[in-house]
Nanobody, 116 residues
Framework: VQLQASGGGLVRAGGSLRLSCAAS?????????MGWYHQGSGKQRELVAR???????TYVDSAKGRFTISRDNAKNTVDLQMNSLKPEDSAVYYC??????????WGQGTLVTVSS
């Protein structure tokens, strides 16, 4: 299984970025949840948002109202629209898949840098 993430970059505070991740090597019905984690410098990896196959989304408090996660089951993709970005959102963002057979997969990470 491979997770290919894209969309990171440098943006000014208040700007927007859209992260995308495509999962390959796994059938759609084997993907229970998809999501995004981030890891700031010197910090632990933390959940940003995740979404079930049925579209139920969960967000970390800091992302509520600013970020929107979406998923295309047919394409095995998950996107994260990030608006009103803040410098504290700067981190490496990792795509995440939790399978129906209790296995976790991680993408390679994409860097998001928000300048003040």
């Amino acid at each position: 299984v491979q997770l290919q993430a894209s969309g990171g970059g440098l943006v000014r505070a208040g700007g927007s970025l859209r992260l995308s991740c495509a999962a390959s090597g796994i059938i759609s019905t084997s993907i229970a949840r998809m999501g995004w984690y981030h890891q700031g410098s010197g910090k632990q990896r933390e959940l940003v948002a995740r979404i079930t196959r049925g579209g139920s989304a969960t967000y970390v408090d800091s992302a509520k109202g600013r970020f929107t996660i979406s998923r295309d089951n047919a394409k095995n993709t998950v996107d994260l629209q990030m608006n009103s970005l803040k410098p504290e959102d700067s981190a490496v963002y990792y795509c995440w898949v939790y399978s129906t057979y209790d296995h976790v997969y991680w993408g390679q990470g994409t860097l998001v840098t928000v300048s003040s």
